[in-house]
């Protein structure tokens, strides 16, 4: 009788019974451990060689053309893309610029001010569609001061860690946006005993990273993991994009207009079809009045803002971009084989309702989860129906139930 063949590990020499899986090559075989090993090898001689990266837009993109490619995904906010256009082709070519004479361009780090559901976050998620750099989002709710609960600043520089494999040197090149910059404002006033742990103390960290400092950073976070080796960082060259809703920001850029919000025969400083749209003037000093502290401001010198969002906008959000809504649900549908269309009576109506709740675009997908969910829930059992039209009786039918109720207590 023949004896059977043992097979093993050509790598290693473990036997077909000690391994989960065995793969036969020509001459041998390996074992997982030994892909997994491999594939670590070729990860660190592939990726984190010491190079010299470069980071260059190609010569036909101008500021012209990244604003188009915004277009695409943004309906509005043209002086909020004109400045991130700016900001994004500037930080290339101070990547590849050559010091002569003595001069190095400094980098403009951006603020943006806009409404909740106006498209900051949209706008730094498209942007990074569109960059050949490292690029990450980070909120600045989670910070707190050294040695309380919560996440340390640096924690923003980990997580552009992570987003290149731990390249260290393409993390030095990239382009951070930190949200809810507002939450970290300096309290006034504020009856509490307890100390403001995620507040001034929280700006006052940020600061050596916006200007540009060498920082030591633990990789996987290090609260989590306090005994790992620490990274060292250099922040020059990374572009900080900062957004925030500023709650109430209107009311101090009012006051100091000497504009009354509420009144009778107000001396008027601009016009009254101005009164929805005060954020245009915002400026430094409502920044600092509002409680982010002048060091901090000044590391951001590019202040822009965004247009709250009226119907028009509206209307335009829910059908016209590449990923608008409307498309993002006929997608969901034909999936399951169905066709969606809707009315334009019944598109109308839904962004009248968005308007009336004050959500801005975050609204819009609110009302239409509420008006598409049942539809959502029973089409996927239902055989034979090909096409689902919304008509304007079906989404006020919809929208006088308890959803939205519940939708107009939330706003």
């Known amino acids: 009788m023949a004896r059977q063949t043992e097979y093993s590990c050509t790598f290693c020499g473990k036997s077909k019974e000690e391994t989960l ?4 090559g020509l001459d041998g075989h390996i074992c997982e451990v030994c892909v ?7 990860e660190e001689e592939l990726y984190h060689k010491d190079k010299d990266f ?3 837009l190609p010569n036909v993109v101008k500021p012209a053309n990244i604003k188009e490619f915004l277009d695409q995904y943004v309906i509005g906010q043209t002086d909020a893309k004109r400045v991130m256009a700016v900001a994004v082709y500037n ?26 559901g106006t498209g900051k976050t949209l706008l730094a998620r498209t942007i990074a569609r569109f960059l050949n750099v490292p690029f990450t989002i980070v909120d600045a709710t989670v910070f707190t001061e050294a040695g309380y609960v919560g996440e340390d600043v640096e924690s923003i520089l980990s997580r552009l860690l992570q987003v290149c494999n731990y390249d260290i040197k393409a993390a030095q090149k990239g382009i951070i946006y930190v949200d809810e910059i507002d939450k970290i404002a300096r309290k006034r006033d504020n009856p509490s005993i307890t100390r403001d742990v995620s507040g001034e ?27 790992q080796k620490m990274v060292k960082i250099d922040t020059s060259n990374i572009l900080f994009i900062c957004g925030g ?22 001396d008027n400083l601009i016009g009254q079809e101005d009164t929805e ?33 009226d119907h028009k906008t509206l209307r335009s959000i829910l059908t016209d971009p590449k990923n608008a809504l409307v498309k993002q649900y006929k997608k969901l549908f034909e999936m399951e084989n169905v066709e969606l269309t809707f009315d334009d009576e019944a598109l109308d109506f839904i962004v009248d309702q968005a308007v009336e709740f004050k959500l801005g675009a975050r609204g819009l997908r609110s009302i239409c989860e509420a008006i598409l969910n049942d539809a959502m829930f029973e089409i996927p059992s239902m055989v034979n129906v090909k096409e ?15 959803k939205a109720k519940t939708l107009r207590v939330a706003s």
């Not at 997994?36 to 070729?42: E, G, H, N, R, V």
């Open 201 to 227: 103390g929280v700006q006052q960290s940020l600061l050596k990273l916006l200007e540009g400092s060498e920082v030591y950073v633990p990789p996987q976070g290090g609260r989590k993991h306090p005994e």
């Open 21 to 24: 899986i065995l793969i036969a």
């Open 388 to 402: 689902y039209n919304i008509t304007l009786e079906y989404v006020q039918s919809k929208l006088t139930n308890e």
């Open 245 to 266: 809703a500023f709650a109430g920001l209107e009311r101090i850029i009012a006051k100091r207009v000497q504009k009354a919000v509420i009144g009778f025969n107000a």
């Open 277 to 309: 749209h005060l954020l245009k003037y915002v400026s430094p000093s409502d920044i600092r009045t509002f409680g982010l502290i002048p060091e901090l401001i000044g590391r951001l010198p590019a202040l822009t803002y965004l247009e709250p969002l």
């Open 54 to 56: 470069k980071f260059s």
């Open 36 to 42: 997994d090993q491999a594939k670590q090898i070729i």
């Open 91 to 116: 930080h290339y070519k101070r990547l590849n610029q050559t010091v002569t004479e003595d001069i190095e361009i400094e980098k403009s780090n951006i603020l943006m001010v806009g409404h909740t």
